[in-house]
């Protein structure tokens, strides 16, 4: 793999002190698995050396490579601050720009980090030549890989959402999530997210809307495959007894509504009014079958609901 063009050896860079040289190897001599995982992608990095040359150009390569995999770790000594390293390639980009989230430094951090002006230059220097490989020829490991670093900073972000705001990880698995996620970033640039006014008013009701639309195809069979009234009650994490009601067919099951039964005795003569209520909504006609749990009350509603619909 060729970084740049090779550069002449300064041979008193070579035979000065090595005070800033980082030895990336464990005790035993053996390197560890993150340095490992660096220089493979290194290894396979030939066709694409010109993608990352932006931050080859910050450096000084005190040594050419050697034997036929010019990856793993090489002396260089930095443009800016001067310091000399030994060190794999991925390490340069943690030079300039740090380690990833949750992720141990493995190099110390260039002086351009106190310079606001230079750092910018270099980041957006480093993301239009990533950018221009991306768009010519299949990405490298190594972009793969600093990439990826920008990934995980999007991953502690929703993490910090998650956590601050109590909402647990299994939304995580919700299909919405993942639509979600899609339409921002198909979004146009400069999108900014809906106000908490925004989101409470208008956008639940064109939510309730739309989520009726797309249940209409199922009410619509209700009158020619007919509907199972289902209901259940239990009660929620403040403690306030519920009692649902779903319709439910062949083709889909359609949840109703739910009622707080608060400071109301469940018996079999207010379970039976709460669901006559919904089978007079869904239309009689139409109702099949209305199924319950066996307690004694779920018992005592069916019979005054057979009282009333069953001639």
Known sequence: M????????????VEEADTDHIDLTNDDGHKSADDAADEE????????????????????????????????????????????????????????????????????????ANDPVKYKKIYDKYHKAEKGQASGSVPSPLVEAFAGVERDDVDMK?????CANGIPFNVLRSPQYFEMVAAIQKAPKGYKPPSYEKARTTLLDACKRKVEADLAPVRDTWYSHGVSVVSDGWTNMKNQPLINVIASNSRGSMFLYAEDFSGEEKTGEAIAQFLLQAIEE???????QVITDNASNCKSAGREIQKVCVP
């Open 158 to 162: 929703i993490m910090l959402f998650l």
């Open 41 to 112: 992608d290194e290894s396979a990095d030939h066709d694409t050396a010109k993608g990352v040359k932006s931050l080859l150009d910050e450096v000084t390569i005190l040594d050419a490579p050697k034997g036929k995999n010019s990856g793993g770790s090489k002396p260089w000594r930095c443009k800016h601050c001067q310091k000399r390293y030994t060190s794999s390639y991925t390490r340069i980009r943690q030079h300039f720009f740090g380690p990833g989230p949750g992720k141990t430094p493995q190099i110390g951090c260039c002086s351009i």
């Open 2 to 13: 060729v970084f740049g063009r090779r550069k002449p050896v300064d041979q008193n860079d």
């Open 282 to 288: 869904i239309g009689p006609a139409n109702v099949l």
